[in-house]
T-cell receptor, first 109, second 113 residues
């Protein structure tokens, strides 16, 4: 399984943008980049995924480097409800999701 | 639309016992995956069921087994429980085995004493 590297933890102020980085230098051409998050006492939830182009949805934006060796999940205006562990996952086709330890995001009121 | 549900919420068992955890998938989803999440770690894939057949397995011993029923609900069975089996067990359903997002339930917290 291709590996991802994320910071263990990050802090951000409420109502400010948050940029969560992910390095995946061994990514293959067919790996999609998926992001899930896990709020306290809940199961993970899907956030966004992409292959090469930047992606936007109602929850977040995903910026993918041109060489695809890194990506950034962008929360445009963090709220207290966005405090969670964020997982960056590489996935080819219908492969299982392989979770690392993720980034624990703390939002400061 | 009902989301993924799991039962029970919490469970305490003794080493050597057997346990069955249950999962109801989201409406219209025919694929269920099970994960084990130890404290402070990310979820680890146990196995996946698609249309009542096992469709992939992670690095877990045979005492972890599963079933999927015609209504696509699923069970995870663990025999001969060990202390290290204490974890949060998560079930996730998806529309199929393709590149679909997975919808997770809230999990069952299993404690083995």
């Amino acid at each position: 399984d291709a590996k991802t590297t994320q910071p263990n933890s990050m802090e951000s102020n409420e109502e400010e943008p948050v940029h969560l980085p992910c390095n995946h230098s061994t990514i293959s051409g067919t790996d999609y980049i998926h992001w899930y998050r896990q709020l306290p006492s809940q199961g993970p939830e899907y956030v966004i995924h992409g292959l090469t182009s930047n992606v936007n949805n109602r929850m977040a934006s995903l910026a993918i480097a041109e060489d695809r060796k890194s990506s950034t999940l962008i929360l445009h205006r963090a709220t207290l409800r966005d405090a969670a562990v964020y997982y960056c996952i590489l996935r080819f086709g219908n492969e299982k999701l392989t979770f690392g330890t993720g980034t624990r995001l703390t939002i400061i009121p | 639309e009902t989301g993924v549900t799991q039962s029970p919420t919490h469970l305490i068992k003794t080493r050597g016992q057997q346990v069955t955890l249950r999962c109801s998938s989201q409406s219209g989803h025919n694929t269920v995956s099970w994960y084990q999440q130890a404290l402070g770690q990310g979820p680890q894939f146990i196995f996946q069921y698609y249309r009542e057949e096992e469709n992939g397995r992670g690095n877990f011993p045979p005492r972890f087994s599963g079933l999927q029923f015609p209504n696509y609900s699923s069970e995870l069975n663990v025999n001969a429980l060990e202390l290290d089996d204490s974890a949060l067990y998560l079930c996730a359903s998806s529309l199929g085995t393709g590149e679909y997002e997975q919808y997770f339930g809230p999990g069952t917290r299993l404690t083995v004493t």
